[in-house]
């Protein structure tokens, strides 16, 4: 929006000179939101606040072959999600056929095809064999696309801007965890955050000046033999900031200020289990799971009551998520395991409503379109079903091989990544 002052000024000459000062005040610090707004969709890991929720108009809610309005071959492996700014897609992947060679990779949004590639070498180390050097999702601005690698160096996050050019690049510290990494950057406060919850030596939460990588500050944490691999979540406080809430073995919930890295509160939840799917929050009710091996062995459920956490209600064993991060929906807690089974509970009392399986196994977490929830199976399958108090399935699609990714969604269209392949779906 371009203002003249001097046009603008003349259409208003009865108008009071302070009142005209204030108006047109407002309309100069309103410009930046809405040029940021345009582009904001999905920028990180389960988009908006990382909870999984978008408003978008026009995503099918019966998918079929008319539907699928492009797809797009990938260089590589990766069971990170795509991220959206206007017309670009970012995405990461791993070259199988060369060792140590992964890619930041930028998609045209409307018909899929390869804008550009930034090839990043990397030394290999082991990692659980389902899990990949590519699970992180990145975030991005207007600026920039944000990579959080790990290596046997160390925690190495990246910034390219839009046309591929890396603009800077930091080794925060070491990290190690037997199964690898997931855990995702996020933007929140004006800060860059990077969460690293490992195995050995020191682990540490970061906030980095998204414009330099200059570290603004770093919150220092205890190790133990669990590393936490759940990328954040955002919160609005009773008096208005906004948190970051994390989950982890070593501290059970913590929730900090991503200005200034200040913990706001904390929660001991006694896991001895890993934390792999992240917080899932409705209102001032926060549900957090940890497990092992085939799924859920340990949660814990706090209600925050002016900036202090206590024990809300027990969940129980039976259908605890691992891998997926579940879902909230006007009061009501959408929390998929990993053998498929859905437990939709009442937030404020833990009340189950009703526990069926939905979907085969997924590692991908569900995400909520409207009112609508969409899954994804390991082997492929796309799942729609009503976000109500009662199960309702609305549709079923198969593609032609599995997904670990999270689904993206931005500009009226579902995008999902399976093992090859992005797909863009919309009408």
Not at 271 to 295: E, L
Request: proline share 5%.
């Amino acid at each position: 929006m371009i203002v003249t002052i001097g046009h603008l000024g003349s259409r208003v000459k009865g108008m009071n000179h302070l009142f005209f000062r204030y108006f047109l005040a407002a309309i100069i610090m309103l410009q930046p939101a809405w040029k940021s707004a345009l582009g904001q969709e999905w920028t990180q890991f389960r988009g908006p606040g990382a909870s999984g929720h978008s408003a978008a108009k026009g995503i099918p809610v019966k998918i079929s072959e008319k539907n699928i309005k492009w797809s797009s071959r990938l260089p590589g492996t990766g069971h990170s999600s795509p991220v959206l700014w206007e017309d670009t897609i970012f995405l990461t992947a791993t070259d199988g056929d060369a060792g140590g060679v992964r890619y930041v990779m930028a998609l045209d949004a409307g018909n899929g095809k390869e804008k550009w590639r930034n090839k990043q070498t990397f030394d290999t180390y082991r990692q659980h064999r389902f899990n990949d050097y590519s699970s992180s999702t990145p975030c991005c601005d207007g600026k920039s696309v944000y990579v959080a690698w790990t290596s046997p160096k160390g925690v190495e996050v990246v910034a390219l801007d839009h046309a591929g050019k890396q603009r800077w690049s930091k080794t925060l510290g070491k990290f190690y965890a037997k199964h690898g990494s997931s855990a995702s950057p996020v933007l929140a406060g004006g800060s860059l955050i990077i969460g690293s919850h490992g195995e050995n030596g020191a682990s540490f939460i970061a906030g980095l000046d998204p414009e330099s990588g200059d570290e603004k500050w770093r919150l220092n944490r205890k190790s133990n033999d669990k590393g936490a691999y759940s990328t954040p979540v955002m919160r609005k406080a009773h008096d208005g900031v906004l948190e970051l809430v994390f989950s982890s073995t070593a501290h059970g919930i913590t929730a900090l200020n991503p200005e200034n890295g200040k913990i706001r509160w904390e929660h001991d939840a006694g896991f001895s289990q890993r934390c792999v799917g992240g917080p899932v929050i409705s209102g001032n009710t926060i549900f957090v799971a940890a497990g092992s091996g085939s799924g859920g062995k340990e949660s814990a459920v706090v209600n925050i009551n002016n900036g202090k956490p206590e024990t809300a209600w027990e969940a129980g064993l039976k259908g605890l998520p691992y891998v997926p991060t579940g879902l909230s929906f006007k009061g009501l807690l959408f929390l998929l395991n990993d053998g498929g089974i859905m437990t939709c509970r009442r937030a404020t009392d833990g009340r189950v409503l009703w526990q069926e399986r939905v979907i085969g196994a997924p590692y991908s977490s569900p995400v909520c379109i409207n009112d609508k929830i969409y899954c994804c199976s390991k082997e492929g399958e796309l799942n729609v079903l009503l976000a109500s108090d009662k199960l309702e399935p609305v549709s079923s699609y198969r593609f032609p091989e599995g997904i670990y990714a999270t689904p993206a969604v931005a500009r009226g269209s579902l995008f999902v990544r399976t093992f090859s392949k992005l797909y863009c779906i919309g009408n």
